[in-house]
């Protein structure tokens, strides 16, 4: 007798621009998604689109070359005539659970952060989501790892009018992808690891170096890691500065290349974050010397 399987079955989609697909775009799909577990597979080609997902236990794949462009910006105004602030830009936006992408390229071509401010890509809040062998594309603040701070530093709620479920702290992990970005262009209160991944400095007008990361994480939690990653630049960059004061980004087992400035990090101004803000480095290889500040940890 045939043992009965109790594993729970998946429901396929197909997002496409043909007329066999079951959606023409990602929009569509998301707003349709059946019950259950969900994979939507996506055939090569550019969507131009800003996408929400809601919806808890979700595989994205693309098929081929698969593009995701968004173009919003934080100075751009709404129909009230408000500026839509950093956090109703994201290109996709993820609020959820057990969510898996693969194979996309996620982009925000606002254009540089001088003329629009901020410009995310990709927004998530959410518990155990995972990235492989995505490309993450923009300028100022590319990538935003939820939670966010609970205030402004003017003491006003911080709060993003797109979320749904709150996540105490999220979980994210990135395999072999590719980030590029210009200021602060990691940047948030949850926790995440980068393994194989390439991280790129892109050139800006400013003389002032790019940050690659600007965490902002919750004290007693954990911030991000990168290891094995190939951190390099077409601008100056320092690896991070703390967007609030416990602040955590180590890299351990990386590469990191000429554009690395030789003091490699920043306290933001701020004597403060000295004392609480964790940046560490361990067994990595940099092209030139680097004078780190004393209160960096180094483990060789």
């Given at each position: 007798m045939a043992a009965i399987s109790t594993r729970t079955p998946i429901e396929q989609v197909l997002v496409g621009n043909t007329s066999y697909c079951d959606f023409p775009n990602l929009t569509t799909a998301f707003q349709n998604l059946p019950e259950g577990n969900?994979?939507?597979?996506?055939?090569?080609?550019?969507?131009?689109?800003?996408?929400r997902l809601y919806k808890d236990n979700v595989t994205i794949r693309g098929l081929g070359e698969v593009k995701i462009v968004g173009n919003r910006y934080a100075l751009e105004k709404d129909k009230t005539g408000r500026e839509l602030g950093t956090f109703q830009t994201a290109t996709f936006f993820i609020n959820g659970g057990n969510i898996?992408?693969?194979n996309l390229t996620i982009q925000n071509n606002a254009g540089p952060g001088e003329e629009v401010g901020q410009a995310v890509a990709l927004y998530i809040e959410g518990k155990n989501l995972s990235f492989k062998n995505c490309r993450l594309l923009g300028q100022q603040d590319t990538l935003c790892i939820g939670p966010l701070p609970p205030t402004?530093?003017?003491?006003?709620?911080?709060?993003?009018p797109w979320k749904k479920r709150i996540f105490t702290n999220g979980e994210a992990l990135f395999e072999e992808c590719y980030i590029n970005g210009t200021v602060d262009f990691i940047f948030g209160g949850g926790k995440a690891k980068f393994i194989h991944c390439e991280v790129e400095s892109l050139k800006r007008t400013?003389?002032?170096?790019?940050f690659i990361t600007a965490p902002s994480t919750i004290e007693g939690e954990e911030g991000f890691y990168f290891r094995h990653c190939?951190?390099?630049?077409?601008h100056p960059y320092s690896l991070g500065r703390p967007w609030r004061p416990y602040g955590e980004s180590h890299f351990e087992d990386?590469?990191?290349?000429?554009?690395?400035t030789t003091i490699?990090?920043?306290?933001?101004?701020?004597?403060?974050?000295k004392k609480t803000a964790r940046f560490r480095e361990i067994n990595n290889h940099y092209v030139t010397k680097v004078t780190r500040?004393?209160?960096?940890?180094?483990?060789v």
């Open positions: 969900v994979e939507i597979v996506i055939l090569a080609g550019i969507y131009k689109e800003n996408v898996h992408l693969e402004n530093k003017d003491g006003k709620p911080l709060l993003s400013s003389p002032t170096p790019n190939f951190i390099h630049g077409k990386c590469f990191m290349d000429e554009c690395l490699g990090w920043d306290e933001w101004g701020k004597e403060a974050n500040p004393h209160w960096i940890k180094l483990e």
